[in-house]
T-cell receptor
Framework: QKEVEQNSGPLSVPEGAIASLNCTYS??????FFWYRQYSGKSPELIMS????GDKEDGRFTAQLNKASQYVSLLIRDSQPSDSATYLC?????????????FGKGTKLSVIP | ETGVTQSPTHLIKTRGQQVTLRCSSQ?????VSWYQQALGQGPQFIFQ???????GRGNFPPRFSGLQFPNYSSELNVNALELDDSALYLC??????????FGQGTRLTVV
């Protein structure tokens, strides 16, 4: 059984701080990694994808991937109250496409004004 | 907002009944997948359709079935509903192995 693990939180950070969200995965052969944001009662929204070791930046978001450690993280700089949501890490198994995602349980982030 | 649309948005069914959920994929996308999300959990992969055929299935019983149509829209059917089937059902579309985008979901309540 391929697993994706996340701390469920809640993670509370003050407005303007950096929020750091972490995810580990068990399938060493996985090649692509996704972060989704889910507001309460809404569906997941893709915010970042990363395929290569290292960092990928998009606005206030940075995804970091370390395949050797089977670890992917999401940093949110200058956190805003509107960033308060559950963040889901998703990893397709080796050989599967982005359509067959294994999700973690999600980390609930609260940004305190 | 993605171009993936699902209907209905909310549904209440009685245990033992059957339900059909519908999904229209985003323009240009040919792959549709379905997920079940129980409260407080991450989405669980049910199955995926490509070229009108099931092409990948998660750990769900056969009473969960689906269809994909020539226009790439899709249906999820669940027979003999159980109380534990109460969940948010999500449809995601993608073009082959590119990023998947979710619809707004259907909230199913089984009583």
């Amino acid at each position: 059984q391929k697993e994706v693990e996340q701390n469920s939180g809640p993670l509370s950070v003050p407005e303007g701080a950096i929020a750091s969200l972490n995810c580990t995965y068990s399938d060493r052969g996985s090649q692509s990694f996704f972060w989704y944001r889910q507001y309460s009662g809404k569906s997941p929204e893709l915010i970042m994808s990363i395929y290569s070791n290292g960092d990928k930046e998009d606005g206030r978001f940075t995804a970091q991937l370390n395949k050797a450690s089977q670890y992917v993280s999401l940093l949110i700089r200058d956190s805003q109250p509107s960033d308060s949501a559950t963040y889901l890490c998703a990893v397709p198994p080796r050989g599967a496409g982005s359509y067959q995602l294994t999700f973690g349980k999600g980390t609930k982030l609260s940004v305190i004004p | 907002e993605t171009g993936v649309t699902q209907s209905p948005t909310h549904l209440i069914k009685t245990r033992g009944q059957q339900v059909t959920l519908r999904c229209s994929s985003q323009s240009g996308h040919n792959t549709v997948s379905w997920y079940q999300q129980a409260l407080g959990q991450g989405p669980q992969f049910i199955f995926q359709y490509y070229r009108e055929e099931e092409n990948g299935r998660g750990n769900f019983p056969p009473r969960f079935s689906g269809l994909q149509f020539p226009n790439y829209s899709s249906e999820l059917n669940v027979n003999a509903l159980e109380l534990d089937d109460s969940a948010l059902y999500l449809c995601a579309s993608s073009f082959l192995n590119t990023e998947a985008f979710f619809g707004q979901g259907t909230r199913l309540t089984v009583v």
